[in-house]
């Protein structure tokens, strides 16, 4: 969990500077495309979890 905790830092840090150089609209897109790929990798991630636990 602290490996991903760090790469999601390595990551902010880098859409960070891109918003001070200008490339904001870019890593905003790419940003929103994540966000939800992740949430729904997290929900299937949850479905199948309470499923093979049981």
Request: hydrophobic content about 75%; glycine content about 10%; proline content about 0%.
């Amino acid at each position: 969990m602290l490996r991903w905790t760090l790469i999601f830092l390595i990551v902010a840090i880098i859409a960070g500077a891109f918003g001070f150089f200008g490339i904001a609209a870019g890593a905003a897109s790419i940003a929103k495309v994540l966000f939800f790929i992740f949430i729904v990798l997290f929900l299937v991630s949850l479905i199948f979890g309470r499923r093979s636990s049981i």
